[in-house]
Structures are given as C-alpha cells and as structure tokens.
C-alpha cells in the first residue's frame, strides 16, 4: 500500500487567499508530482521534482507554485486562490534511475473549491 | 505528441457480466503503457502494466489487458465484474521510462457503473 498523504482532502475558501496544500511521501522517492484533475478531463501534470531543490513547471500551466525542501514533503501554494483554481489536486510520487518501473503512487487528493 | 484515447466516457454492465475497457495511444516508438483505477474519494492505483515481452498482461483484482501495436490499442477486460470494480479507470503511456522524468500522459478516463 502507498504511503502518500495529502492534507486538507477538501478546501473551500474565498478569493484572494492564500493557501498550501501539502503531501507527504514515507517511500523515499525521489520524483513528485503534483497533477489537476477535473470531471471529464486527462490528469493534467503542473509540477514535478527530481529531488530536493528541483522543480519544474509541468505541461498545464499554472500559477501554483512548489518547493522540494525535504525528500518526503513537495507542497503546493497558490498565493491568491481564485474561482478557476477549483480542482482536484493529486499528488504522486515514484522511484528513480534503474528501480523506476514508471509506476506512480497516488495521493488520495485535495479538492479545492474557491468561491 | 504523445496522447492517450479513451473512446468511452462512461460504461455500465451488469455484476458478473464481461467488460472491457477500450485504449488508443498516440506516439511513435514502443510506448510503456498502463492503466490505473480511482475509486471515489481516492488516488489512483496501478491496476498493471506493459513494457515489452508477452502483449498480455495480467494486473491485479482479475484485470488483464492486451496490447496491440498494430491497433495501437491496449484495451482492459475483465472476465466477470463485481460490484466493487465500480470506478473511473484510465488509461496512460509513458514515453521517457528510465529518464529523470518518468512523465505519464493520461487518458480522460472511462466510470464505470455495475448495476447489481
């Protein structure tokens, strides 16, 4: 079983605030992931990081930003929500180099609804 | 550019009937394909997988999937669906395994409803 948690599972806030949404890994992998899921739609990749200090922009843009400080932690922040943030957030994780059987490891997600 | 097609958006069968969930990818050299499940209120989780070698894979809860180049397909059945195969199930491909990316593209995923 992952062990891959995110916090808050679901947000609800006003425009203009600033919130993280956090996810936490206890596998010891060095790729994370953070991807937009909305109802109908492909799982859209908007941040990754090979490890710590590296982070990249995925193939959505966003205006969410990341930070890798720590192996097990990859958090995201949007500095001032606004309603076209309302989305699901999952977060993944995954091994790297010659172990990287390319399989993802699921968060369980962060739905967050801005009003 | 690499894509993945789920055809179905939503499918419903009966519990104990046979189902099969269709996949068509885009790209142009060997793809790593798979296909993962989301229950409601979950992450995804990797039903199987194909690299290479035998194009029939055999996943876990009872799934299997075929890959077919010629098709470019990699279609998901099952023998008999239980009622708590209800989900949304995708279909993706990665095209950089090994590298320092491991990117996946998915499809938009295919719900399925069992009725009982």
């Known amino acids: 079983e992952a062990d891959i948690y995110q916090t808050p599972r679901y947000l609800v806030i006003g425009t203009g605030k600033k919130i993280t949404l956090e996810c936490s890994q206890t596998?010891?992998?060095?790729?994370m992931y953070w991807y937009q899921q909305d109802p109908g739609m492909e799982l859209h990749l908007i941040h990754y990081s090979y490890g710590v200090n590296s982070t990249e922009k995925g193939d959505l843009s966003s205006e969410s930003t990341v930070s890798r400080i720590r192996t097990e932690h990859f958090p995201l922040t949007l500095e001032s929500a606004r309603p076209s943030h309302t989305s699901q957030y999952l977060c993944a994780s995954s091994e790297r180099g010659t172990q990287n059987t390319g399989e993802l490891f699921f968060g369980e997600g962060s739905r967050l609804t801005v009003l | 550019a690499q894509s993945v097609t789920q055809p179905d958006i939503h499918i419903t069968v009966s519990e104990g009937a046979s189902l099969e969930l269709r996949c068509n990818y885009s790209y142009g050299a060997t793809p790593y394909l798979f296909w993962y499940v989301q229950s409601p209120g979950q992450g995804l989780q990797l039903l199987l997988k194909?690299?290479?070698?035998?194009?029939l894979v055999q996943g876990i809860k009872g799934f299997e999937a075929e890959f077919k180049r010629s098709q470019s397909s990699f279609n998901l059945r099952k023998p008999s669906v239980h009622w708590s195969d209800a989900a949304e199930y995708f279909c993706a491909v990665a095209v950089d395994r090994g590298s320092t990316l491991g990117r996946l593209y998915f499809g938009r995923g295919t719900q399925l409803t069992v009725w009982p």
């Open positions: 596998m010891g992998h060095d790729k």
């Open positions: 194909y690299f290479s070698g035998d194009t």
